[in-house]
């Protein structure tokens, strides 16, 4: 028979009310203790992925701002971002070979295209056919001279005639579609210019290609244009004159419509739709145009700010290969890690190393922070970035040709970034560590306002938990 414990009596019963009493005293004391705390936050990733915007972002936010010194500076830097982006796609039109008023539109080209598909698909299954009957060795159907007849002709429709030449006209175009054919219709035209235009030049002609546009080219380009930005100085109209004409012809056009061939600064959209107010004298840029400003960091800054009784130390560093030898001086008593990825990078190349996939290098960077033994206990908190570029471009560039293993829906937004999410998370290694991924918009405040309230609430989740008081 086993003996029954006894009720406790009404003392016992206040002691242990006392005791939780204290113990309730106790932990709400250690918890302000906490609220007088300084976690070091750490924002790490690969160059571009929007580090520094995140920390703008946290200046305006929590009412840091800016200092009169810096508005100066990043008026200077979007003044010169602008004139960056328009000698890049002018050097981008002649390295992919882009006449300028080539429009991948017009209805000619369309009608050759769809052709050249035609012929390339006939020609594919001939090959194909012709392969598999030398394999059985039985006589092809369609004999070799065939078979040439049939490239000669897919050849023969890349040379554009006159009446596509001069129906090319000068107009603000959309983004277009990436197309293997039409790139090699425009550098057909591109080549027969340049050898028109020699020809021309060597009968004596001046200047073959004198109109507008080609002198808005040499404007961009010149000596003196350069000299004209910088603090205080007053760009020139006709800078602005000729940026005008520029982003408005449509060869230009379907050349930033395959900026993910070349490097150009992702503010290029955002900079020519304000380029009048940006180049206007006494230009003062707007905390939007501060956010899409583009300096590359070189070296690490610290910056502090409060929210909800802590501070935060906030690390920004430079993300370039070159740059990432420096991370390591700043990785001791870290609380948290703010890690982005450019998710639009998928198709990509780095900047500083050529033919290396910015999504890829992103991967190697994540899969080393996130198993590295010292983090083991920091919080780990993925950014994938940009997801107002990467939605734009699942329009017309497919993950699948650069992510073999995703089999789902190119078109859809849900379905890729899940892909990639799923991609990242799968990297730690770590046993019962969490990632704590969110889609971000980084030069929208007001999605950014939200998520970093997200942020916090967990960062101090997480501190609280490795103090042992959740
Ligand atoms: N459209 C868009 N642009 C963004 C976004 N995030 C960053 N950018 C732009 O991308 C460019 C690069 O951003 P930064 O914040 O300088 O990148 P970073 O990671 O600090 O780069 P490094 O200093 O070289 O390591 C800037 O022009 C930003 O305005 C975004 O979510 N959407
Ligand atoms: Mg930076």
Redesign the pocket.
């Known amino acids: 028979m086993g003996c029954a414990a006894s009720a406790p009596t009404a003392e016992e019963k206040e002691a242990e009310a006392r005791d939780n009493e204290i113990e309730k005293q106790l932990l709400q004391e250690k918890r302000e203790l906490m609220s007088e705390r300084t976690i070091k936050l750490l924002l790490l ?10 920390l ?1 972002q946290m200046k305006i936010i929590y009412g840091v701002g800016f200092t009169p010194a810096e508005i100066l500076l990043f008026a200077t830097t979007i003044q010169l ?1 602008l004139l960056q982006c328009i000698k890049t796609l002018t050097m981008a039109m002649d390295i992919l070979k882009i006449p300028y008023g080539f429009d991948p539109e017009n209805p000619t080209v369309m009608q050759r295209k769809h052709k050249i598909q035609a012929l390339e698909k006939e020609l594919n299954q001939e090959l194909s056919h012709v392969m598999s009957a030398m394999a059985s060795n039985s006589p092809p159907e369609m004999s070799a001279s065939n078979l040439q007849a049939l490239a000669e002709e897919t050849a023969g429709l890349m040379s554009p005639s006159s009446s596509i030449r001069s129906s090319f006209h000068l107009s603000s175009g959309r983004v277009l579609q990436r197309d293997g054919s039409i790139a090699k219709m425009a550098r057909r035209i591109y080549e027969e210019d340049m050898e028109e235009e020699a020809r021309q030049n060597r009968k004596g002609s001046f200047e073959l290609k004198g109109d507008h546009v080609m002198k808005s080219v040499r404007v961009v380009n010149s000596e003196r244009i350069q000299k004209e930005f910088g603090a205080g100085k007053t760009i020139p109209p006709d800078f602005l004159k000729a940026v005008e004409i520029l982003w408005s012809d449509k060869g230009v056009q379907y050349c930033f419509s395959r900026s993910n061939e070349y490097q150009l ?3 290029c959209p ?1 900079l020519m739709k304000n380029m009048k107010r940006i180049c206007a004298p006494g230009f003062k840029p707007t905390e939007e145009d501060i ?7 070189t070296t690490v800054s610290e910056t502090r700010f409060i929210a909800d009784n802590i501070t935060y130390r906030v690390f ?5 290969r070159s ?1 990432r030898r420096k991370w390591a001086a700043f990785f001791d008593d870290v609380e948290a890690i703010i890690f ?1 990825v ?1 998710i639009s990078s998928f198709d990509q190349t780095c900047a500083e190393a050529e033919g290396m996939n910015r999504m890829v290098e992103s991967i190697n960077v994540f899969s080393s922070i996130v198993n590295y033994p010292l983090f083991k206990k920091t919080g780990i908190i993925l950014f994938l ?5 990467f939605k734009e471009k699942i329009k017309t560039s497919q993950v699948s040709n650069y992510f073999p293993t995703f089999k789902g829906d190119n078109t859809s937004f849900e379905e890729t970034s899940r892909f990639f999410v799923e991609k990242f998370d799968s990297l730690n290694g770590i046993p019962n560590k969490t990632v704590y991924t969110h889609l ?5 405040t007001k999605q950014i306002t939200k998520i970093l309230k997200d942020v916090r609430a967990c960062i101090r989740k997480l501190n609280l938990e490795s103090a042992g008081l959740e």
């Open positions: 990733g690969a160059g571009e992925t929007g580090k520094s915007t995140i703008k971002n600064v992702e503010c955002y956010l899409n400003a583009r300096i590359m960091t920004d560093v430079g993300g370039q740059e982005l450019a970035n940009k997801i107002d570029l971000t918009w980084a030069t929208d």
